[in-house]
Nanobody
Framework: QVQLVESGGGLVQAGGSLRLSCAAS????????MGWYRQAPGKQRELVAV???????NYADSVKGRFTISRDNAKNTVYLQMNSLKPEDTAVYYC???????????????WGKGTLVTVSS
């Protein structure tokens, strides 16, 4: 019913920038919080940034001042602008959203399949 599709990952040198996008589609009634998580090889998935429906944001300490999360509600899309990238930012980045569909009475959490970001030193 609902799909989250990430795009924008790739290979970049340290100090460079990338912009990730995640578009939600399907039978959507409303979208609450949207966010980005990442999982590096051999590590647990961790929160990178979240944004509420009211545009309040929260960031992991490791990305504060370098990453910016934003959303376009008309397009059901969340973005992650990543600047001053470091090799330790290398990971698969996953989109996450709390979505109420046309057939549900409550919000459920949906995940994208992920997009790989590789930062070379």
């Amino acid at each position: 019913q609902v799909q989250l599709v990430e795009s924008g990952g790739g290979l970049v040198q340290a100090g460079g920038s990338l912009r990730l996008s995640c578009a939600a589609s399907g039978s959507i009634f409303s979208i609450n919080t949207m966010g980005w998580y990442r999982q590096a090889p051999g590590k647990q998935r961790e929160l990178v940034a979240v944004i509420t429906s009211g545009d309040s944001t929260n960031y992991a300490d490791s990305v504060k001042g370098r990453f910016t999360i934003s959303r376009d509600n008309a397009k059901n899309t969340v973005y992650l602008q990543m600047n001053s990238l470091k090799p330790e930012d290398t990971a698969v980045y996953y989109c996450n959203a709390r979505i109420t569909t046309m057939s549900d009475y409550y919000a459920m959490t949906y995940w994208g399949k992920g997009t790989l970001v590789t930062v070379s030193s």
